[in-house]
């Protein structure tokens, strides 16, 4: 018997800047593992950037609930972090709970985010990171049903691999 699980991916409000604060922490502390992130003096790692997500029409945050419980978070930009081309989709920050790993959810997610937002996308993962490289590859490839498509490149010091596609609009 399949199990049936609920995934929402939902625009965060301005009041829910505190959570999505609260996850970046979790994240980056996953993120700590592969990129040298310092903790400030107040033990937190911090991301300067979340304000704006709610002043920039280029940016757009979400909270991602699983049978309505706190699971994750996903931060979308409409610009290449690459080329600064202002046409691309860009998952700025992608981040799914350690204990709801493993189980397809953050394909899910993925895809459903893609189908909010039709058009060209570019992922990037480090290079290092080998666990999110090969769930971007799966994700991708399932959602686009073909080859992907991604180069290597290098930024701030560190190789990264970047995935380009498109989200076609669903009739």
């Known amino acids: 018997m399949e199990v049936v699980v609920r995934i929402e991916v939902i625009p965060a409000s301005p009041e829910q800047e505190p959570i ?9 502390h996953d993120f700590s593992e592969f990129r040298d992130l310092e903790l400030g003096e107040d033990g937190r ?8 997500y709610w002043s920039e029409p280029n940016l757009h945050p979400f909270l991602v609930r699983m049978d309505g419980k706190l699971a994750g978070l996903v931060l979308v930009k409409r610009v ?8 691309v989709w860009d998952m700025a920050e992608f981040f799914v709970v350690r ?10 997610i ?32 399932e ?12 930024k701030g ?14 009739a």
């Not at 604060?21 to 994240?27: F, I």
């Not at 790692?45 to 704006?52: E, K, Q, S, T």
């Not at 204990?99 to 899910?108: A, L, N, S, V």
Request: net charge neutral.
């Open 20 to 28: 999505l604060a609260n996850l970046l922490e979790l994240y980056a």
């Open 45 to 52: 790692f911090g991301y300067r950037p979340l304000p704006l």
């Open 80 to 87: 290449s972090e690459d080329s600064g081309s202002e046409t």
């Open 99 to 108: 204990g709801y790993r493993r189980r397809g959810i953050g394909t899910e």
């Open 110 to 141: 993925a895809h459903e985010v893609w189908r909010l937002f039709p058009g060209l996308w570019e992922v990037r993962v480090m290079q290092s990171n080998h666990s999110a490289r090969l769930f971007w590859e799966r994700a991708i490839a």
């Open 143 to 154: 959602f686009t049903g073909a080859a992907i498509h991604s180069v290597c490149g290098e």
């Open 157 to 170: 010091g560190e190789s990264w691999r970047v995935f380009s596609f498109e989200s076609k609009r669903v």
